[in-house]
């Protein structure tokens, strides 16, 4: 359940469709209707960070939820290894880079609190995301609402595959992606799309 002091207005940062849907839910049922953000400039190659906005897209008119696209995106960053010498790892580059922009966001367009749906899953470093989005909202003077989503991760899977919402096989970005069984497909279904960004 989350958070029940949340109040006033509240900003939902949206890794995927599939991984907001039950954090969306979870909110509507405690009587908080947030606005969204999809902000992943980690999600690689282009056509995947299009399909993953328009699955956000079709979320947002589901639950008639008011929401925002960033057009950030940011394969060179990981290709060229930019957290190297700055973070430990890509993936603490990538939280950091996701929470301060999202608390930013937050502060400078009125709301109250910002959470991420990125407290859903299991497969996520957990505690490194709540300390970064802590971080970031000490950062910006804005209220970081924290819920551990995780123990309705199936829950929120079962949602999307039951309003057909597209449910994607690896993390986001390239060497996850290189790292799953997933390169082959897209590397053959949009070929252009692969050598064009690489
Ligand atoms: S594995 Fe996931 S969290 Fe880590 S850098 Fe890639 S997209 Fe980000």
Redesign the pocket.
């Known amino acids: 359940m989350s958070d029940p002091n949340i109040g006033g207005k509240l900003l939902l940062h949206a890794c995927c469709a599939p991984c907001a849907e039950y954090p969306v839910y979870d909110l509507l049922s405690g009587g908080v209707t947030p606005d969204v953000i999809y902000y992943n400039p980690?999600?690689h190659p282009r056509y995947e960070f299009e399909r993953r906005r328009e699955q956000l897209v079709k979320l947002g008119q589901i639950y008639d939820l008011k929401c925002f696209y960033s057009e950030d995106f940011r394969m060179g960053d990981?290709l060229s290894k930019s957290w190297e010498g700055k973070f430990d790892?890509?993936?603490d580059?990538?939280?950091f880079i996701r929470m301060d922009y999202v608390a930013r966001f937050a502060k400078e367009h009125g709301y109250d609190a910002f959470t991420t749906s990125l407290l859903v899953s299991p497969y996520?470093?957990h505690d490194k995301i709540r300390m970064m989005a802590s971080d970031a909202a000490q950062k910006y003077g804005v209220r970081f609402a924290y819920t551990d989503w995780r123990p309705n991760f199936r829950k929120g899977q079962d949602m999307a595959r039951e309003h057909g919402l597209y449910r994607q096989k690896y993390?986001?970005?390239i060497?996850?992606l290189e790292d799953s069984k997933f390169r082959e497909k897209i590397v053959r279904d949009f070929p252009a799309s692969w050598e064009d960004e690489r």
């Open positions: 980690n999600i990981w790892s890509r993936c580059m990538c939280y996520q470093q993390c986001g970005c060497y996850s």
